[in-house]
């Protein structure tokens, strides 16, 4: 299953500038999911993170992973935000930065369900540039009635 903007739009609440997810790229219901996040010079972090070096602030890498997790939770359990139902991020744990991310990478990204239960997803999830892992980390996402 691949998705492009808009279909993703239907499994986030997210908008710009705040939502970190392109393009789902796989996705097998269940199991795994892998998408991109393109970054352009023009990305609003970069212009005070930092200004004569500016990098993806590591947290947003985090929320970036955790969105494409989302997703992967709704398909799962074959549920939209249209429902009246959102993912929102847990918890980090295990979360390691291996080399920054700049203007002009494309930040790919994969995520596995580990578990879930009563509504807590569990997910291993790593980012990519060039095929070179940038930053590693356990998500959890809590699915909530809004």
Known sequence: MIMNTKEIL???????????????TELEKGQSIKGYKNLSFNEEFFQGHFPNNPIMP??????????????LG??????????????????ASKA?????????????????????????????????????VVCVAEILTAEREV
Do not use: N
């Open 96 to 132: 390691r930065w291996k080399r920054p991310v700049l203007p002009g990478d494309q930040l790919c990204m994969e995520s596995e369900l580990i578990s879930g239960k009563r509504g807590i997803y569990k997910f291993d999830c790593r980012a990519l540039v060039d095929g070179e």
């Open 10 to 24: 239907e499994y986030l609440p997210h908008r710009y500038p705040f939502l970190l997810v392109d393009r789902v």
């Open 74 to 91: 709704f398909v799962t359990v074959g549920r939209k935000p249209s429902d009246g139902v959102v993912q929102y991020l847990a918890g």
């Open 58 to 71: 590591g947290v947003l890498i985090i929320e970036a992973m955790a969105q494409l997790s989302g997703i």
